[in-house]
């Protein structure tokens, strides 16, 4: 596989207030619920060793096999399961929050690749317990769950758990997104204490491509939920973490982070520096004539090839983390990713006892891999990462749900210096009010975390030192950051 295509990525949140909605009648949310459901169960309930089954009469196609899962952190209530569409199964976890379950956000996370699973940003960044040697889980005190509900899901199919008979694949992210909107649907009808909770779309690298596409698949799906008198998903905020929106910008800033010192001292020789300063303008017409203006797949699949053999291959062949400049890759990188802990993540979720823990389906036999090889050539092959979504975010802000981009300063493969330029030239309202905002530093702890400037919904946000995977290298800060982003305050 083309090696730019492992995006070992996260995700984001957004926010918008329903009353403003034309279509929100007046009255509370639970109008659209009355004659139509029975209020949940309680999930408390369900047993542990077997799934119970939920179905939803609007979603005639769908249902939810879930089941308790006291593991990972025994101070909340936590649940691992699937939602079946049809014959599309999305395996899921979900945590609740170790504040206050029946009043905090909910949060979707999901992980990049494309064709990487979430277990990597549960066990190995910001869930409950990490899983960051050969002794299995441990308590992780700067997990994500300490202010929200939150749930990771193995997503498209063929990733992690997550399976579909027939041979069924997804190979775009559109595709993607309509099993998500489903699934989302599915998830807060039957965990109905949540319904009409501030929801926020989070995810990580490749996952700058799916949130704004996914989000924006889960507002335009809210007209029909409402039709069919269910409570609209309450989509509050997106929150990317070193994501990919703009293959465009990013491609470009691949010369910044190995040739200048826009992060660390440059990594590359000065003859290689030139050599692909030059082939800068050609990569960037080619780019943006073949794949922008108009696209035309032979002509942008050349393009994308030229500009990876002179802009990313220099990188790779020096050795060096792509996902965080400050140290090199151990091991190989279709192996560990360059980080060795993955492997003990997969050999914690071959275990057959936590298998069986977990519910994973039995049809699933083979060895546990973090990504989908398979998955990742499917979106390649249909050149899925040249369809920028900045537009998406755009069109989210205009209608009042909130964008957090936050990047690690040390990552190459989704750094800050791509996301900072798409976000500033991003078209929109706001636009103007955004770029007159310099860059101040926010803080933690009387220290710097890094810097950011933000108007009207839309937040740029860099963690100083902090690699690809963020809330990996820097917990406490990360943590802070979601924090103050669910709680409406400034960073
Ligand atoms: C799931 O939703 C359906 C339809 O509202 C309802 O009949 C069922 O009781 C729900 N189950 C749970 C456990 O929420
Ligand atoms: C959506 O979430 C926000 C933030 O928590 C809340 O103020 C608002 O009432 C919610 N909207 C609905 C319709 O529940
Ligand atoms: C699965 O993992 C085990 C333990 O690491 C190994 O012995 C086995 O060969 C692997 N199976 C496959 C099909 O790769």
Redesign the pocket.
């Known amino acids: 596989m083309h090696l730019r295509s492992i995006y070992a990525g996260l995700l984001a949140l957004a926010s918008y207030t329903w009353a403003q909605q034309e279509y929100f009648a007046p009255g509370s949310h639970q109008d659209y619920n009355e004659g139509l459901f029975t209020p949940a169960e309680d999930l408390s309930a369900l047993s542990e060793v077997q799934f119970t089954t939920l179905k939803h009469p609007s979603f005639p196609r769908h249902s939810i096999r879930i089941k308790k899962s006291s593991f990972c952190d025994s101070s909340v209530k936590s649940y691992t399961g699937y939602i079946d569409i049809e014959a599309r199964h999305l395996f899921f976890y979900f945590f609740e929050s170790r504040s206050d379950p029946d009043k905090d956000d909910v949060i979707f996370w999901t992980n990049g690749g494309p064709g990487c699973s979430s277990s990597l940003g549960l066990f190995m960044e910001l869930g409950p317990c990490r899983v960051l040697d050969s002794d299995g889980p441990q308590f992780h005190p700067e997990s994500w769950n300490s202010n929200a509900n939150i749930f990771f899901i193995d997503q498209p199919i063929g990733v992690g758990f997550s399976y579909a008979e027939y041979g069924e694949t997804v190979g775009t992210t559109e595709e993607a997104a309509k099993d998500i909107a489903s699934f989302v649907a599915i998830f807060f009808e039957n965990f109905s204490k949540f319904k009409g909770r501030a929801f926020h779309m989070a995810g990580e690298s490749y996952a700058g491509r799916y949130i704004p596409v996914f989000a924006a698949e889960i507002y335009d799906q809210n007209v029909k939920l409402i039709d069919e008198g269910l409570t609209p998903i309450n989509l509050t905020s997106i929150m990317i973490g070193n994501g990919i929106t703009d293959f465009y910008t990013m491609t470009a800033s691949y010369y910044d982070m190995a040739c200048t010192p826009a992060s660390l001292p440059p990594i590359l020789d000065i003859s290689t520096c030139m050599r692909m300063k030059q082939a800068l303008p050609r990569c960037q017409k080619w780019l943006k004539e073949s794949c922008i203006d108009t696209y035309d797949a032979i002509n942008c699949g050349a393009a994308a090839q030229f500009c990876g053999i002179e802009l990313s291959d220099p990188f790779f062949y020096s050795g060096k983390n792509p996902y965080d400049i400050s140290k090199d890759c151990e091991g190989a990188i279709s192996d560990t990713l360059c980080y060795p802990v993955t492997k003990h993540i997969s ?1 914690y979720l ?1 275990r057959p006892s936590v298998r069986s823990q977990l519910g994973v389906d039995p049809s699933i036999t ?2 546990f891999s973090s990504c989908s090889s398979e998955v990742g050539q499917a979106f390649w092959q249909n050149l899925d990462e040249y369809r920028p979504t900045y537009n998406y975010v755009a069109a989210l802000l205009e209608r009042g749900v909130k964008a957090l981009i936050y990047v690690g300063t040390y990552d190459w493969i989704c750094n800050f210096v791509g996301n900072e330029q798409w976000t500033l030239a991003l078209e929109w309202s706001g636009q103007e009010e955004f770029g007159k905002q310099g860059l101040r530093e926010w803080i933690v702890n009387g220290k710097t975390a890094g810097t950011m400037r933000s108007a009207k919904g839309l937040t740029f946000a860099t963690i100083q030192g902090a690699g690809h995977m963020v809330p990996y290298d820097k917990p406490k800060e990360s943590l802070e950051l979601v924090n103050r982003w669910l709680s409406n305050k400034d960073l």
């Open positions: 050999s071959d083979s060895n």
